[in-house]
């Protein structure tokens, strides 16, 4: 983070990069810290009743002035900027709070598409055809969402309690597959099967023992073995439901095959593995990447499709991989990242079309956590510097933007 000096409000001068010691609903700038353009801001800062900001050399175009002074400026012009300026703040808070009830929205079709998850997996085995169809409406809903226009967004979701992590995982893996087989040109019949598929796609891990799964240590090889056999145990679970399609069966016995022949558990190579296999197989490595398994330490977003780039060229569908960290982005929802204005956010959305320019929530020690506010950088000139681990942030940063354990997305408007 950049070092800052306290300097007189006296000084200041147009280039000079400074922090206000302001609440933010205080002043009527967007931002607690800004590089100054012009001298009328300077007034209105000195009218803000404070003696002292901070400024950050390394960020700023012009030094302190050596002498005190008081540029006179027109009353009026400075009272209709103040005015001006008002206004463009209420619209950004009105602008944020619309951004709020989108992502709360969001959020809360996620939480049902939970529940329907919990529900048709505890009636596969009693009441298959319920589960089947429950999950063919949710696939439908979904599909729905996503071929219904172009302001499609990408939202980061809440961390998942230790019960829900496979209902989250295999959600991940259906929508993110489902948004790949759209900008893949699929079919809507091929989108909604590749979601069906993914939906489904680890339920054979129910029938592998939860000390096993939950399992803090290094597995023996015995229990590693076990484990390998889950997608082939998914298919044996499936066999209960007559209507769920044959067509969805491979991808999910195959969703850990490698191209070269090193997945498993039957070691396939590439001309054994279909395109819905192919693809699955992309994407639930990246969420293994991200979210951890019991060989993999969990990675940020980022980092996660840099490893899919380079470290599964032999592995994985090249066309896939490369489609797919086009789509997410360089700063998926997840990645923690530095703004242009010195400020460091944690991303949690991004407009499908903008993939540069995310909707972020921006750390601030001025404003309470529970109140910091979501920006949407295309809205403000600001852009993404560069993306970090969440291990080079500050302590006081990394618990007021507090990056997510498990990295889960939804899509929506």
């Given at each position: ?282 994407v639930n490595e990246f969420d293994a990447l991200c979210n951890g398994t019991h060989h993999i330490k969990a990675k940020t977003p980022s980092t996660a499709l840099g490893q899919l780039y380079k470290n599964y060229k032999t592995k994985l569908n090249n066309e896939y991989v ?76 990394m618990k007021y933007l507090n990056p997510r354990t498990n990295v889960t997305y939804a899509f929506g408007k």
């Amino acid at each position: 983070m950049s070092q800052s000096e306290k300097v007189s409000v006296q000084l200041l001068q147009v280039g000079m990069f400074i922090r206000l010691p302001a609440s933010w609903k205080d002043h009527p700038f967007l931002f607690n810290s800004f590089k100054i353009k012009d001298t009328a801001q300077i007034q209105l800062i000195k009218r803000l009743g404070i003696k002292e900001v901070f400024y950050v050399r390394e960020k700023s175009d012009a030094k302190p002035a050596q002498a005190n002074g008081d540029e006179q400026i027109d009353r009026q012009a400075l009272s209709d900027l103040k005015s001006e300026m008002d206004k463009q703040k209420n619209e950004l808070i009105e602008k944020q709070q619309q951004l709020k009830r989108r992502f709360k929205k969001t959020e809360q079709k996620f939480d049902r598409s939970l529940s329907m998850m919990r529900s048709m997996t505890s009636k596969i085995s009693s009441r298959p055809l319920n589960a089947v169809n429950e999950a063919k409406e949710l696939i439908n809903n979904l599909t729905d969402i996503l071929v219904s226009g172009e302001d499609l967004a990408l939202h980061l979701m809440a961390d998942a309690k230790p019960g829900d992590v496979i209902y989250h995982h295999a959600l991940n893996v259906s929508m993110l597959s489902m948004l790949m087989a759209k900008e893949l040109d699929w079919p809507r019949e091929k989108i909604e099967l590749i979601g069906l598929g993914a939906l489904f796609h680890d339920i054979g891990k129910f029938k592998i023992p939860s000390n096993i799964l939950r399992k803090k240590a290094s597995l023996t090889d015995a229990e590693q073995n076990l484990l390998k056999q889950h997608p082939l145990m998914s298919i044996n679970f499936l066999k209960l439901a007559d209507s769920f399609p044959d067509e969805a069966k491979p991808m999910i016995a195959n969703h850990h095959e490698f191209l070269d022949g090193s997945g498993y558990p039957q070691g396939l190579k590439q001309e054994a593995l279909d395109e819905p296999s192919q693809l699955l197989t992309v994407v639930n490595e990246f969420d293994a990447l991200c979210n951890g398994t019991h060989h993999i330490k969990a990675k940020t977003p980022s980092t996660a499709l840099g490893q899919l780039y380079k470290n599964y060229k032999t592995k994985l569908n090249n066309e896939y991989v490369g489609k797919f960290i086009k789509k997410l982005g360089v700063y998926p929802p997840g990645s923690v990242v530095e703004l242009s204005n010195g400020q460091f956010a944690l991303v949690i959305t991004v407009n499908l079309q903008q993939i540069l320019l995310p909707d972020v929530i921006a750390y601030d020690p001025l404003v309470p956590k529970e109140q910091a506010p979501i920006i949407s950088l295309q809205d403000h000139g600001l852009k993404v510097v560069r993306s970090l681990p969440p291990s080079g942030l500050p302590e006081k940063v990394m618990k007021y933007l507090n990056p997510r354990t498990n990295v889960t997305y939804a899509f929506g408007k």
